[in-house]
């Protein structure tokens, strides 16, 4: 059963400042992964899409990388800015079974200050 | 153009009571997915539909959950005797096509069961 994981849980950091976040994933087989953003009360958001083949996605000051053999994505946020907070999920598409569902990690809330 | 929409947004029921909750796709994306987001349980997958084919049901917790599409469009998650511990955000989304595409959420149905 896939499992993914995402740390840390909660991250506080100042603006201006550059961060990464981190999704592992327990079965490397997927056929892609996708991270998100979520804002409180609202839905998701999505952010990047990055396919079983790739290494990486950039989308404006978002850059997401994808190892898939050793489990791993990265959420990379440039210059970070206080609309960017928000909780961050990461979730994975299987290649087998179920292929379109998306298995979730527990998400990464991010606050960035002034 | 518009994303996809879900209604209600917020939801009071008594225990025992039946719901149900409607999710509007994204024009002419064939896929249809219900997750739940609860407390201390994340999101996890519900149900799927593609196209003409008969949906996947392997994440529904219980026979008191069933889902419809009706005309390859809009889709019905109905929820028969709630129980408290339906109590979630239940979000939609859709995809272009099965196995690949982005995944687009709505805002989701906050259910509340008393």
């Known amino acids: 059963k896939q499992e993914v994981t995402q740390i840390p849980a909660a991250l506080s950091v100042p603006e201006g400042e550059n961060l990464v976040l981190n999704c592992s994933f327990t079965?490397?087989?997927?056929?892609?992964l996708q991270w998100f953003r979520q804002d409180p009360g609202k839905g998701l958001t999505s952010l990047l899409l990055?396919?079983?083949?790739?290494r990486e996605q950039t989308s404006g000051r978002l850059n997401a990388s994808l190892d898939k053999s050793s489990g791993r994505s990265t959420l990379y946020i440039a210059a970070s800015q206080p609309g960017d907070s928000a909780t961050y999920l990461c979730?994975?598409?299987?290649?087998?079974?179920?292929?379109?569902?998306?298995?979730f990690g527990t998400g990464t809330r991010l606050q960035v200050t002034l | 153009g518009a994303g996809v929409s879900q209604s209600p947004s917020n939801k009071v029921t008594e225990k025992g009571k039946d719901v149900e909750l409607r999710c509007d796709p994204i024009?002419?994306?064939?896929?249809l997915y219900w997750y739940r987001q609860s407390l201390g349980q994340g999101l996890e997958f519900l149900i799927y539909?593609?196209?003409?084919?008969?949906?996947?049901k392997s994440g529904l917790p219980s026979d008191r959950f069933s889902a419809e599409r009706t005309g390859g469009s809009v889709s019905t998650l109905t929820i028969q005797r709630t129980q408290q511990e339906d109590s979630a955000v239940y979000l939609c989304?859709?995809?272009?096509?099965?196995?690949?595409?982005?995944?687009?959420f709505g805002p989701g149905t906050r259910l509340t069961v008393l």
């Open positions: 990055i396919q079983s083949s790739q």
């Open positions: 979730a994975v598409r299987a290649n087998t079974g179920t292929a379109s569902k998306l298995t």
């Open positions: 989304a859709s995809s272009l096509v099965a196995g690949g595409d982005e995944q687009f």
């Open positions: 024009s002419g994306h064939t896929a």
């Open positions: 539909f593609q196209g003409n084919s008969a949906p996947d």
């Open positions: 079965d490397s087989a997927i056929y892609n």
